[in-house]
């Protein structure tokens, strides 16, 4: 009855793998992308709803629809690989830890999912998770803070080893998930961040401007 009540419930996405030509792909590169997608993935799933973020949640359903191709390939790469029921076994392991990767990337999928339920207040999930060890906030980069030209890489270790850029918001240039090290930060850029508490205080103080807050004051009155 537990086994029909949760097969009722599996969500109904279309087949990801209908189309999808074989590529030549080792299996070593196959399950290495597909374990970088799942710790993405978890990331901006759970950032889409502390966010409440549309835009998030599609870019997890893209990633799930890529994890559903890399399953899809590896188990061709791992067939065709197969000459000798020892290969057969040796393989075992490894498709286990690619359907692992798959039912992480279906989670995030269902975590995404309550955005469009009806909820009373949102978003809901920073009330939720306000005593987790790890947090995710968005903090916008003052056009003169000193992480302003700073890669992504560099801005991460000089801030803090505990927080990671997941994502960047830009200003007339959209999303950019899951940066590249050397993207470079731009001022009025919006950076996504998961890490510890501490982690997230040392990025948004480097993130504010630059100028001494006497001579904001200053620049204030001679405006007025």
């Not at 080792?26 to 709803?49: G, H, N």
């Not at 080893?161 to 950019?176: K, T």
């Not at 998930?177 to 510890?196: C, Q």
């Amino acid at each position: 009855m537990a086994a029909r009540r949760d097969k009722d419930h599996t969500r109904k996405r279309p087949k990801a793998y209908e189309g999808v030509e074989y590529e030549p792909r080792s299996v070593r590169e196959l399950l290495t992308e597909m374990k970088d997608v799942s710790e993405l993935i978890v990331d901006l799933a759970y950032s889409a709803l502390v966010f409440d973020s549309k835009e998030m949640a599609d870019e997890v359903r893209q990633l799930e629809i890529r994890m559903d191709k890399l399953n899809y390939q590896i188990r061709l790469t791992a067939m065709m690989a197969s000459r000798s029921l020892q290969d057969a076994e040796s393989l075992t392991g490894i498709l286990q830890v690619a359907e692992a990767a798959q039912n992480i990337s279906d989670a995030a999928g269902d975590i995404v999912d309550l955005i469009s339920e009806e909820i009373d207040t949102r978003p809901f999930l920073p009330f939720v998770l306000r005593d987790a060890d790890e947090k995710f906030s968005a903090v916008r980069i003052a056009s003169d803070s000193r992480l302003v030209g700073r890669t992504v890489q560099e801005a991460s270790t000089k801030t803090s080893a505990s927080v990671n850029i997941i994502a960047v918001r830009r200003r007339g240039g959209g999303w950019i998930f899951d940066p590249e090290p050397s993207v470079k930060l731009r001022g009025n850029d919006i950076a996504v961040l998961r890490g510890t508490e501490d982690g997230h205080g040392m990025f948004q103080r480097a993130a504010r401007s630059a100028a001494p807050a006497s001579h904001q004051r200053g620049q204030g009155a001679e405006r007025q």
